[in-house]
């Protein structure tokens, strides 16, 4: 019997079905790739009080995504709140001042320059019924400011038993759903200092009993990068590997989440950055097979953000500035450039991961435009739609037959994907926001940098 593919999905992903059906565990949500099939009912318009169930004020701004088990929404902040500019770093793309890597057009520059260090990282647990804090608990300490990121950038990590938290600091830690830690290191302290040039902020991954990191920079040390596997109950490491690579300058440095692929009869980690994407052993971390084409120019600064995403046992990776975007079959043995190839254009993004329904590639870049892109092809379905101007950090969300994108003021357009790519609404939270937008039940929950605001029809 062929599953439904939002059950494969959540088959794959070694959680519950009910968990697949009613929760945002972790960063990109149930099927791991931007959408939730069972959202349903969900508003396509608002203001900062229409149609808001409530918003609870958050200590300061952060990327990190939120998580939702149950009653329960998660969320990373920094201890102090700061101010973010009224005007971006670079403003205007192509005309403005240089960002991360000497690229032109950064957005907005948040807090003070990032040699300087404030207060304490926190792991907050909010109610979903009327945003009250639940409770609060300091996961890190000596918070820094990286242009767009601090170190409450990774997204918290749920099963529904345990959260999992990751700082930009290397503070790994897990506690119980009320609160209570059950362990905790720092894997600075383990491996070695971080060396990217803008902080550390990669999302661990949790799959089948496993907590699965990728640590890969380059920027700012001489030390290798590295893949490895912990034990979520204990916080101790069953493996790890290095993952070499032969980029230079910041190219070796990856902002991204892993992916775990099912390739026949077994599942792969898939780790992409530092100009190639690695097939790796789930039990030993060994790497299988490389692929690369990523950086055909050996460029010196094409750093990485967006993570990969997959349909089956096809990979979509992204690189820098979304050019190339490729598209390429996982599995065999070595090098598999040549032979793995499915389809290569210039229509990716350079810092929002895409979504898809298993079928469409939904892709908004940097700049605003919305790429629809047959997942077989790699070809447009649609002309290129136009977003509200503003520059997008946040990845789309895709759910209840729409696609909702947030820019970083704050202002998220509304497009139906089920009939003519229409855009339904603009709404303006005015607020910087860099965090992804996610959807549970009838319910999104967008978190800005002043708020969490849970959003339904009334």
Known sequence: MKLPLFLTGALLSG???AAAESNWAQWRGPLFNGSNPSASGLAAEWTTEENVVWKAALPSWSAATPAVWGDIVFVTSAEQGFDAPQQPYGRGRGRGGRGPGGRRGAGPRFGPPSSASHD??????INRRDGSVRWSRMIGSGNRIYRKQNLASPSPITDGMHVWALTGGGDLSCHDMDGNKVWDRNIQDDYGRFGLNHGYASTPRLHNGRLYLQVLHGMKTDDPSYVFAVDPKTGKTVWKVNRPTDATAESPDDYSTPLVVKVGRTEQLVVSG???????????????????????????FYRTIASSVHIGDTVYTPSTRGNPFIAFKAGGEGWISESAKVWENARGADVPTPATDGKRLFVVNDRGILNVLDAETGELLTGRLRLEPGTYSSSPLLADGKVYATNEEGTTTVVDVEGDYEILAVNRLDSHTLASPIAVDSQIFIRTADFLYCIALD
């Open 274 to 300: 530092g100009d190639y994407v690695t097939g790796h052993d789930m039990t030993t971390g060994k790497e299988l097979w490389r692929m690369g084409g990523f950086n055909p120019g050996h460029e010196r």
């Open 15 to 17: 959680l519950p079905l």
């Open 120 to 125: 304490g990282i926190l792991l907050m647990a």
